[in-house]
């Protein structure tokens, strides 16, 4: 028996690969439709990604300079492009200093400007929160009211009448610690924002 043959009529395992037509992208969505078919062939696979690029950094300034030059007087024609280079490298490194500096200034003034707009929504909730309170309050005495004025009207029976002053005062009392709870605690206990 013959062992299986690849290309070439080379013995070895048999493949397992199809052999695909060569496809040529015209245009970048048919070269992203492409990448997009080559992945989903495999998905157990994982995506290339690639990493985010390095950024750059200009090369330190030396420590001790020995040949210091100028561009002019005494310098010999060969020199002029070594002090050019040296110039343009240092005004490279100056550049991305102040870039630096520049983006640390805005790092910072998006940080205070994030700080203070947490603060003033701190106030404005703090503000919200206590007239929600207020109202609760208010809801409650006019609830209390609304009873004792009942309970005058009902003065026909006195027994009754004290029997209710009692479940109502048990009641204003329950309600108004948890008034006072509620005004206590703090805000992620109750549920608010």
């Not at 040529?24 to 998905?43: D, F, G, S, V």
């Not at 001790?64 to 070594?82: I, K, L, N, P, T």
């Not at 040296?86 to 805005?106: A, M, V």
């Amino acid at each position: 028996m013959a062992a299986p043959t690849q290309k070439n009529n080379k013995p070895g395992k048999p493949g397992g690969k199809e052999a695909q037509p060569l496809i040529i992208a015209k245009t970048p969505a048919e070269e992203q439709r492409l990448k997009l078919e080559k992945l989903m062939r495999n998905p157990d696979k994982l995506a290339p990604i690639p990493d985010r690029p390095k950024e750059w950094n200009p090369r330190a300034p030396p420590e001790f300079v020995r040949d210091v030059m100028g561009s002019s007087a005494g310098a010999g024609s060969g020199e002029f492009h070594v002090y050019r280079h040296l110039r343009r490298r240092e005004y490279q490194r100056q550049d991305f200093l102040d870039k630096i500096s520049e983006k640390q200034t805005k790092d910072e003034e998006y940080l205070e400007k994030l700080e203070r707009n947490k603060e003033a929504a701190e106030e404005r909730t703090a503000k919200r929160r206590k007239k929600r309170e207020k109202m609760k309050r208010k809801k409650l005495l006019a609830k209390k009211a609304k009873r004792e004025t009942k309970s005058k009207k009902e003065g026909d029976d006195k027994s009754s009448e004290s029997e209710e002053e009692d479940e109502s005062k048990g009641e204003d009392e329950e309600e108004e610690r948890e008034a006072e709870d509620d005004a206590e605690a703090p805000s992620f206990i109750m549920g608010k924002k």
